[in-house]
């Protein structure tokens, strides 16, 4: 072993290590939490074990439905504002300035209280296929989240795109490739490869998002809380659990981005 090895091996020992206070920091942490589950009361826990069941159901569809429908949209949006023409260029720098510049629970409530509440007023809506969903709030949620969603992580996606080296697609242009083969094969891959430490980002901060869709009726887990909270008059221990599950959530989103971004392999 040499010595840039060794040097590698006692930074990457360094790295490891958890300073002192962050250790008590964590003591003090889980002292607390051992303090809560000994001496709280949690006898109303098995009762509504079910409907946080349900409730946890629902904010993880409201997350992974934004968090899929809104890359989606975030990719064409991210992408037309490094290729596109001015008049789809336009509408994309828009729609992220005004969706970005507004609060989300501003739009959440115009969807849901404004749109949604002149549907029943066009002719036929009622007695249309969709009126069963527009009659319902979580479409209208769905929506404010996927919105949302699409605008952050369009400007994402345009830093992605922008930031792809021009000699890789200069490459690919060398080959013979078309620029639709190009995009499939080197521009969107790297781009999203680029994305993915941002994108693990704004997947937490949608799931912490999520309860705002409470707001509107939605029973997620956030909603199911309250209701505990109504219901028994407590305050601690219904809120802590619901924080626990977010970290265990946050958690998991964090190991699976990681797990993403150590597949991909990095010329070094």
């Known amino acids: 072993m040499n010595a840039a090895d060794d040097f590698a091996t006692d930074e990457s020992r360094a790295g490891l290590r958890i300073p ?43 997350l992974f439905g934004s968090v899929i429908l809104g890359f989606l949209l975030a990719v064409p949006i991210g992408l037309v504002q490094v290729t596109g023409p001015w008049w789809l260029k ?15 629970l501003l739009q959440l409530w115009l969807l849901y209280y404004g749109l949604g509440s002149l549907f029943p007023s066009i002719p036929g809506i009622r007695h249309s296929m969709l009126w069963p969903y527009l009659r ?30 021009r000699g890789e697609l200069e490459a690919g242009q060398a080959f013979g490739m078309t620029r639709g083969k190009i995009l499939r094969r080197i521009w969107l891959p790297r781009a999203i490869h680029r994305a993915l430490p941002t994108l693990n980002g704004e997947t937490i901060l949608q799931l912490k998002s999520t309860p705002l869709v409470a ?39 964090v190991w699976i981005f990681r797990r993403f971004e150590n597949a991909v392999p990095v010329k070094s």
Not at 23 to 33: K, R, Y
Not at 35 to 59: E, H, I, K, N
Not at 136 to 164: H, I, K
């Open 20 to 62: 002192p206070h962050r250790i008590l920091l964590i003591l003090i942490g889980i002292a607390l939490v051992a303090a809560v589950v000994v001496f709280g009361r949690w006898d109303w826990l098995p009762d509504y074990l079910p409907r946080l069941a349900q409730g946890l159901v629902v904010t993880l569809m409201m």
């Open 90 to 104: 336009a509408p994309a720098v828009g729609f992220c300035t005004v969706i970005r510049g507004t609060p989300l």
């Open 136 to 165: 319902e709030a979580w479409p209208y949620g769905l929506v404010a989240l996927t919105m949302s969603f699409a605008a952050y992580e369009g400007e994402v996606m345009r830093g992605a795109f922008a930031g792809v080296p």
């Open 215 to 253: 707001t509107v009726t939605v029973v997620d887990l956030y909603g199911v809380i309250s209701r505990v909270r109504q219901e028994t008059y407590l305050t601690y221990e219904p809120l802590l659990l619901l924080a626990a599950i977010y970290l265990v959530l946050t958690a998991i989103l």
